[in-house]
């Protein structure tokens, strides 16, 4: 057997340790049959390590490894014993230890990919999908951010090209910063609910009593590998108590710093709408209660619709959900990552800037193409951390 593994992230303790299998693809994964307690699939899959005795070492992830020399690059915790032992793991399962990582971790050239590697690993701990892991391990890698900045090192780039880059800064950093989605709409009509659905847990009280959320309640969740925090709170309806006008205005705060609105309409918002017993639809969704500020998009959906047997619906084909049976809530989700990103899933192939620094980099670099320099004082003054241009 020709496989190597290896330490990514170094010795002793950290957040998270990261090691490497190199050479032949199916002797890895045969390798992987034995050590892991899922099967792979697709590129990222979340599994227990086990030891000889089918007993768990650690839980983490097994990436499909984009660029050679790896095939795979696992994640464990951060405890030097857990990597030793899963390291040993390999070893008795016929891997070669190779101390030295950089032995066959071919990354282009070490000042740029070390940085890079080191800001993505750095952060594995906070992104929560497979997707982002795998994204980020990509920017380290050579056909990712850090493969990119390297090859301008050693050949100034074009502005265009760095330009390029730079565009795709939103999408890169979207990945590793939650974008605020604020659920608002009258009482009852199933924000709360919604919430909940889309975090996975119970985090917001819901009764069929209108008025029950008065706090803000926020929560963190992720779709398709993009982090998302979610506010719920008061819902609109006239005459409020004096807890609920309170609860108001601190919906409004949070609308005002939103960067996604998701205004729910209940079917009893659109029966207010009936004029007489014979109407078979609404002509359009019933305007909103509220005013919304004008930099902040909003997304209008028709809530609870398993209930809308006797509705009159608006003619289009406004987009209807239901919380309780799950009934449009992947175009919802679809929907609301098109409106933030543009797309739908998290970034593949190429080199994507995902911190802001980077960007404040790429920025930097393009006004110095831009007054005639060849960039490469910029570049190592980034490397090397220092402010100058
Ligand atoms: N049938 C059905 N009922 C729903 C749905 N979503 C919410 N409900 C019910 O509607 C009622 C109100 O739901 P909530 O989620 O508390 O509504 P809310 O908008 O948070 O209400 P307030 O906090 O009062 O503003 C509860 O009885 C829910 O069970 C849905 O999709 N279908
Ligand atoms: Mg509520």
Request: overall charge negative.
């Amino acid at each position: 057997m020709s496989i190597s593994v290896c330490s990514l992230s170094g010795p002793g303790t950290s957040a998270l340790h990261a090691l490497g299998l190199a050479g032949d693809r199916s002797q890895c994964e045969s390798l992987l049959q034995d050590l892991l307690s899922q099967p792979l699939k697709g590129g990222a899959t979340y599994t227990e390590f086990l030891d000889a005795s089918g007993q768990s070492i650690d839980d983490g992830l097994c990436l499909s490894w984009p660029d050679p020399p790896f095939q795979f690059v696992l994640t464990t915790h951060g405890s030097p014993l857990i990597l030793e032992e899963v390291i040993h793991r390999c070893v008795e399962l016929g891997a070669v230890h190779s101390a030295d990582s950089d032995q066959i971790f071919r990354v282009p050239e070490e000042a740029v990919a070390e940085k890079v590697l080191g800001q993505a690993l750095g952060r594995l701990t906070e992104v929560i999908s497979p997707e982002a892991c795998s994204f980020l391990l990509e920017q380290a890698s050579p056909s990712g951010f850090a493969g990119v900045v390297e090859k301008w090192k050693r050949q100034a780039p074009s502005i265009d090209e760095v330009r390029e880059v730079l565009d795709r800064g939103l999408l890169g950093r979207a990945v590793m910063k939650s974008s605020v989605v604020v659920l608002t709409g009258v009482t009852n009509a199933g924000k709360s609910t919604l919430l909940n659905v889309l975090v996975g847990e119970d985090r917001s009280i819901v009764t069929p009593e209108e008025g029950t959320t008065r706090d803000l309640v926020v929560a963190s969740t992720q779709i398709n590998g993009f982090p998302l925090t979610l506010v719920d709170g008061a819902g609109w309806r006239e005459s409020p108590g004096l807890i609920e006008e309170q609860g108001l205005l601190r919906v409004k705060e949070a609308i005002r710093n939103a960067d996604l609105v998701v205004e729910l309409i209940p079917p009893a918002r659109l029966e207010e709408m009936i004029v007489d017993d014979s109407q078979k639809e609404v002509s359009s969704i019933p305007e909103s209660a509220f005013v919304f500020p004008e930099d902040v998009p909003v997304i209008r959906v028709l809530s609870r619709c398993d209930e809308f047997l006797s509705t009159p619906l608006p003619p289009n084909d406004d987009l209807a959900i239901s919380a309780k049976t799950g009934e449009g809530l992947g175009l919802l989700e679809d929907q609301i990552l098109q409106v933030l990103y543009g797309q739908s899933t998290v970034p593949e192939g190429g080199p994507y800037p995902f911190l802001d620094e980077h960007v404040i980099f790429l920025e930097r670099l393009v006004s110095a193409l831009d007054s005639g320099d060849n960039g490469q004082v910029c570049l190592q003054d980034y490397l090397e951390g220092v402010n100058r241009c």
